[in-house]
T-cell receptor, first 115, second 112 residues
């Protein structure tokens, strides 16, 4: 099992360009998350999804969009990239079980630079 | 607003000693707390979970304590090894939501 995969690993964008960060999981988890991690800062939640067709904003959603058409995929769309979006982006999943305290599983991250 | 504080400075520990990392929080009453390990260039990996009604949890060389009165969790690594060098993140969760609130992490360096 691949777990949580993210593509690309690295990307450099020019200001105003758009791109989609891909996230896929083969763990059959309902919950999926997108975070950004800036140096010296905690993970900030951008968007999350509790299942196919259901998404919701996190703490820092401005400048981003998501969709969840299948259980497996949760792409993150950046429109009109800005230097403030330079960061490392992590996708994570969480299973739904008897406990709502289940841990999150993370992908390897995408390092994005906007120049 | 909710706030989590972890030591921002790196913690340098001699191999074989016990490393202790701190996670303090304010303006929040978490139902549970999780600790993750993050290596450079990689995503966080879950280590331990402790619930609000638990005082201590252990897993091999790892021990976590949770004091809801002090609003603090301590994370201990006993008999530390250079391979334990990484950044350790704490995260708080509530009973009725799907989200975690994350600390910025503490970088741990174990010197041979």
């Amino acid at each position: 099992n691949a777990g949580v995969t993210q593509t690309p690993k690295f990307r450099i964008l020019k200001i105003g360009q758009s791109m989609t960060l891909q996230c896929a999981q083969d763990m059959n988890h309902n919950y999926m998350y997108w975070y950004r991690q800036d140096p010296g800062m905690g993970l900030k939640l951008i968007y999350y999804s509790v299942g196919a067709g259901i998404t919701d904003k996190g703490e820092v959603p401005n400048g981003y969009n998501v969709s969840r058409s299948t259980t497996e995929d949760f792409p993150l769309r950046l429109e009109l990239a800005a230097p403030s979006q330079t960061s490392v982006y992590f996708c994570a999943t969480r299973g739904y079980g008897a406990s709502s305290y289940n841990e999150q599983f993370f992908g390897p991250g995408t390092r994005l630079t906007v120049l | 607003s909710q706030k989590i504080e972890q030591n921002s400075e790196a913690l340098n520990i001699q191999e074989g000693k016990t490393a202790t990392l701190t996670c303090n929080y304010t303006n929040y009453s978490p139902a549970y707390l999780q600790w993750y390990r993050q290596d450079p260039g990689r995503g966080p990996v879950f280590l331990l979970l402790i619930r609000e009604n638990e005082k201590e949890k252990r897993k091999e060389r790892l021990k976590v304590t949770f004091d809801t009165t002090l609003k603090q969790s301590l994370f201990h690594i006993t008999a530390s090894q250079p391979a334990d060098s990484a950044t350790y993140l704490c995260a708080l969760g509530g009973d009725s939501n799907y989200q975690l609130i994350w600390g910025a992490g503490t970088k741990l360096i174990i010197k041979p």
